[in-house]
């Protein structure tokens, strides 16, 4: 049996950087790594290839009658910049006390060995086990998954199973877990606004020309209220407010906002709408400049009008909003706002709808369920009770993992998300890591909830 620990190292190694083709080699030697784990499981291998980056397709068959579970992961990473702020080199798995730190290891070479680990032990144990199962490991997950929804058009019908177990969220706490309940919709995109045909001399064009930056940040600025509500007409019409149940656990949760507003190192915390910091991160929509360019960058000063400027914005959408009506909204506020004495141009990245799964008895009308769905979340309170001492919460989750909902449309699952680790992870951020310490407690989660489903629990 091979060393979970082992391989997440060998992982890491690989630069897995999707969004940027300089780090195709990478790509390709963790799509390798994976390829030899799977088939000294005995599993049976198929790389799918896509526009971009290859799908690895893993199954064990079996008769119909067994259950069959989706477990999902993605081989891609985020890139690792800023290098300078990274204590150990970014792509060499680096181990401090139990954490292992490196790009990738939390999000998601860790986590996803935790259910390649858990099937091994039980193929080890019993080669015999009445269940199907099929590995999905993408390598579009950090750019939005855009060539996914062509695999599942493709192998939709063999891909279709009793639910799909993912682990790429977070829990609130070293030792309480998360059942994630929801996942926040994207719409990401980047604005550039333009003016003159080169960048001129702020003293000989000054006060004739609209400054592009300028531009930019006064329309950057309109798209928010002071009091952080987001200033696009239209934008809160849709959002669901939250179910009694789901306030219900959030009220159970062991940290608060203090606790969030000391792992950020903000001053303070800032919502719109009245909501609390642990709400609204989960229970409202945002929209996020997350960076913004043009002009002069270097030493000291250069006086000039820039030619250009441009802004990258993220929008997170909760519960009911449509990820293109939402895109519409946003870019018509836009475009209304722009000055007419300069140019506008959006370029639209990915974005994916919100998804939801409402656990069995959360439900005051509860719909048919998919039994195995059912077990499979009983299976998991059972698990997380017994291994961390202490029954799991249901929490929506601030994050986005677009895929999920084009997955539960496309081929009629729902999904079980279990967390792991939290925010010290530094998912996207320098010097992320994966505590070692509870990959364990995972990987036992991660057997009884398979277990479980196959009726050998």
Sequence with gaps: MFDPVEVIKDLVRHPSVSTDPDYAEGMQGTREVLVRLFEEMGLEVEIVDTPRH????????GPGEW???IIYGHYDVQPPDPFDLWESPPFEPTLKGTRLYGRGVADNKGPM?????????ILEENPDFPLRITFLIEGEEEIGSPSLPGVLEKHGEELKGDFILLTDTL????????????LRGMVSFEFEVTGPDRDLHSGNFGGSVYNPLQALTEICASLHHPDGRINVPGFYDDVVQPADWEKEEIARLPVGDKDLLESTGAPELFTARRRTGMEAIRYEPTLEINGIGGGYQGVGDKTIIPARAFAKITCRLVSNQDAADIRDKVFAAIRDRCPKQVRLKITEFHHGIPYSVVP??????????????????????????????????????????????IMSQVLGMDCLMLGTGT????????????????LEK?????????ENVAGKA
């Design 54 to 61: 290859p799908v690895v397709l893993a199954r064990r068959r």
């Design 67 to 69: 259950p069959h579970v």
């Design 113 to 121: 060995m935790l259910h390649v680990t858990s099937v091994g032990r």
């Design 171 to 182: 829990n609130p706490t070293d030792d309480q877990v998360a059942i994630n309940t929801g």
């Design 360 to 405: 069995p008895g959360r439900s005051n009308t509860p719909k048919d369920q998919n039994p195995h769905l059912a077990r499979a979340f009983k299976a998991c309170e059972e698990a997380v009770g017994s291994v961390y001492g202490i029954p799991p919460l249901y929490l929506r989750s601030g994050g986005s993992i677009p895929i999920i909902s």
């Design 423 to 438: 925010e010290r992870n530094n998912l996207h951020s320098p010097n992320e890591s994966f505590d070692l310490a509870y």
């Design 442 to 450: 995972g990987i036992a989660v991660s057997k009884a909830i398979l």
